[in-house]
C-alpha cells in the first residue's frame, strides 16, 4: 500500500496510532439508547465484539516503525493520527528525522488536553473538523496558534459515506479564517460519486485532501466503500495539478451541476446521525491511569 501510494504521486501517507488495548468500556452503548417517543440518543456498539475485532488489527510498535521507514524510503512523509494521550511520544518518535506533523481525528477537535500537548510535540497539526461545532473548532485553533504552530483545518462530514449533497464545501471558507491551511477529509463512495467531491474541494481551494486508500477491491475491507484506489490517486493528484481553469471546464463536463450540489454554506447544523456518531467517538479510546480508570483526551 505504501509503495502504490507513493507512485500514485500521494504527499503523506497516514497510519492510525490505534490499538486494542486503549478501547474505552462505556455502559450506554452495550444496548445503545432509546427515548420513549423513539429517538434514538446513543449508539449500541457494545464493547466484547469491538475489542475482539480491534485486536485482531493490532500493528506492534515495531510494524508502526516500518512503516515509517517504507514511507522515507519512498520519499513520502508518513503521518500518523494519534488517538490517545500515552501515544504522543511514539508518535514523535515515528515523525523523527522528518517533517513534525501529526493528524488529529475529528472526535478530537474538541480535547483541548490532547490538543496543548500535541501543540507542544509537533511543528504541523492536521485536524478535522467533523462533528465538532463552530465554538469547539475556534477554540482548537486558538490552542494550536497560541503555541506557534502550523494549523491546518480539514472540513469533514462524518458519515461513511456521504452523499455530494452533504458535503457543504463553502465551510472551507470560514475555516480558512482560522488556520493556515485548509483542506477536505473525504467520505463518498468513489464507486458512486467519482472524485467528484474530491476535485470540486481542490477547485474551491483544498490545500490537502484527505482519502481512505486501498489496493483491495471495495468489498474486501471496513473501509472500501469510501476508500479510492492507487488508479483514481493517480487521477486525482494529476487533477490537483492543473490550472484553475482546466479543473473547472473538466468538472463541469464531468458533473455540470457541481457546484449548486456540492457547495452549499459557511455554516450548518449537525445532523442528529452525525451527532450520534461524535457522541460515541469522543472518548472510544483513552490511555489507562495507574489505578486502571481511563484518562480522555480532556481530562488532566
Known amino acids: 500500500m505504501v509503495r502504490e501510494a507513493a507512485a500514485a504521486g500521494a504527499s503523506y501517507i497516514k497510519g492510525q496510532l490505534i490499538f486494542s488495548s486503549n478501547l474505552t468500556y462505556r455502559k450506554r452503548f452495550e444496548d445503545g439508547k432509546v427515548r420513549p417517543n423513539g429517538i434514538r440518543i ?58 513534525q506533523v501529526v493528524k488529529v481525528a475529528s472526535p478530537d477537535c474538541a480535547s483541548p488536553v490532547l490538543l496543548e500537548e500535541l501543540a507542544v510535540a509537533f511543528d504541523h497539526l492536521i485536524v478535522s473538523t467533523g462533528g465538532a461545532t463552530d465554538e469547539e473548532i475556534e477554540r482548537a485553533a486558538n490552542i494550536v496558534r497560541r503555541k506557534g504552530k502550523e494549523l491546518t ?6 458519515l461513511y459515506p456521504n452523499t455530494l449533497e452533504l458535503c457543504n464545501l463553502a465551510r472551507m471558507e470560514w475555516l480558512a479564517t482560522l488556520a493556515d491551511h485548509v483542506g477536505w477529509s473525504d467520505h463518498t463512495a468513489p464507486a458512486k ?19 481512505h486508500f486501498t489496493v483491495l477491491p471495495p468489498d474486501q475491507s471496513k473501509d472500501g466503500p469510501v476508500s479510492i484506489s492507487p488508479s ?32 452549499g454554506s459557511r455554516h450548518r447544523e449537525l445532523s442528529h446521525q452525525e451527532r450520534l456518531t461524535m457522541d460515541y467517538f469522543r472518548g472510544r479510546f483513552a490511555a489507562k491511569r495507574a489505578d486502571g480508570h481511563p484518562q480522555y483526551n480532556w481530562e488532566l
Open 232 to 263: 483514481q490517486l493517480k487521477e486525482l493528484v494529476q487533477f490537483a495539478g492543473y490550472a484553475p481553469d482546466r479543473q473547472d471546464a473538466l468538472l463541469r463536463n464531468e458533473f455540470p451541476g457541481w457546484r449548486d450540489t456540492l457547495y
Open 42 to 99: 446513543a449508539i449500541k456498539r457494545p464493547y466484547k465484539p469491538e475489542f475482539e475485532r480491534l485486536y485482531t488489527l493490532d500493528l506492534s510498535e515495531e510494524q508502526h516503525e516500518e512503516f515509517a521507514r517504507l514511507c522515507r524510503h519512498f520519499e513520502v512523509t508518513p503521518l500518523m493520527t494519534v488517538f490517545t494521550l500515552d501515544r504522543i511520544d511514539f508518535a514523535l518518535r515515528l515523525a523523527k528525522g522528518g517533517e
Open 153 to 158: 483545518l480539514l472540513h469533514c462530514v462524518s
Open 193 to 211: 460519486d467519482k472524485l467528484i467531491a474530491s476535485k470540486a474541494a481542490i477547485l474551491l481551494g483544498a490545500e490537502y485532501v484527505e482519502r
